[in-house]
């Protein structure tokens, strides 16, 4: 400690070095442009509001980042909630929004089945994640002929032709 | 070391205390240019801009100890004077109107600051090298004669930085920007008294932080 704190000349000397930190040369030609530019531009100078509520948010997180480090039990209950919030995000996300719609919480149907879109004939499909290809109607089926009475087989008489004649 | 301040300081009765160079006085045309910025005259304003903009600047400036900030803040400070042109009634000087309004935004920004470090401070002129005071106080005055000009000036701001803002405030504005007891008073809108006692007791503080650098 200086034994004579009340004479300051020294330090008054040593504060004078502040006076030669500058800005980078020709910061000031350039200033009352970037002032004039901004009033034009329609702003009221409180800008800083704006980086103020950005740093009281980044001090909110901050105080609960400490909060969650300093009480593990605190920390836990964070996470399950956490946890339970994207689970519940994922459900929505996944559930279909019409009321006819099947319903997957409570296991009627299949994810597999949810997924590929309902085909209109009214027999029954079965899709199997396997399968890449959709089937299409049965009644279109190439093999459908077989099934019909047209498809019967018949017996076909030939006659031998007389000889001589 | 814990160190109060004290009510009535006795550096208050020094002579020498007052700086040589002032703020300028608001003359005919400066009040000339408020009423025409006033009326909207963007190039009035710019003038007006052009004549404070540095003292504005470094006022900030050694205040957040960071150009961006400074920057920001002294822009800030002179468009939200713009807009609250009408309501200057010209009771004070243009420029501790000023003043006024740069350094409440920047102790505003400040206590928003309060837990965020950041030092960047801008790199010394080459006229520093050249100011007789220094070299006289780094060659002659101070006990560790190694000492960089650079180093000196980290542990100045160092312990600038330990100040609070209104202490910090007082010291920049009286023995780094050379205001008066009186304007200084205006400008925080405080009496001489405190203005005093502050001054001392910021000027205290420092001299214990650097007195391995002060003889």
Known sequence: MNPQPENFEQLRRLLMLKRHEQPPPGYFDDFSRRVLMRIKAGETGDAAAGIGRMFWEAHWLGRLWSALEQRPALAGAFSLSVCGLLLAGIICSVAPAGPGSPDLVGGSQSLAAIAVPQVSSPSAVFVSSTNGVLPGPLQNSLFEQFGSAEAQPRLIRFSEPAMGQ | ?215
């Open chain 2, 1 to 215: 070391m814990i160190m109060t301040e004290p009510a009535s300081p006795k550096a208050a009765k020094q002579p020498a205390d007052e700086p040589a160079e002032g703020p300028p006085a608001t003359t005919p045309d400066e009040m000339e240019l408020v009423k025409r910025a006033r009326r909207g005259d963007l190039p009035a304003y710019d003038d007006l801009v052009r004549r404070y903009q540095e003292r504005i600047y470094a006022t900030v400036y050694h205040m957040t100890a960071n150009h961006e900030d400074a920057n920001d803040l002294a822009q800030e400070a002179f468009i939200k004077a713009f807009h609250a042109l009408k309501s200057f009634k010209g009771g004070s000087s243009f420029y501790t109107w000023v003043y006024r309004i740069a350094v409440n935004k920047t102790i505003n920004f400040l206590k928003q600051r309060k837990n965020k470090a950041q030092l960047s401070l801008d790199d010394l002129d080459l006229n520093a090298e050249h100011d007789p005071d220094l070299v006289a106080l780094i060659s002659e005055k101070t006990p560790r004669r190694e000492v960089s000009l650079a180093e000196l000036q980290e542990k100045l701001n160092a312990a600038m930085q330990k100040l609070s803002e209104p202490h910090r405030l007082v010291v920049t504005l009286h023995d780094v920007q050379g205001l008066s007891h009186e304007e200084i008073a205006k400008v925080m809108e405080c009496n001489i008294g405190t203005v005093r006692s502050r001054l001392f007791y910021a000027r205290q503080q420092l001299q214990a932080y650097l007195s391995d650098y002060l003889k």
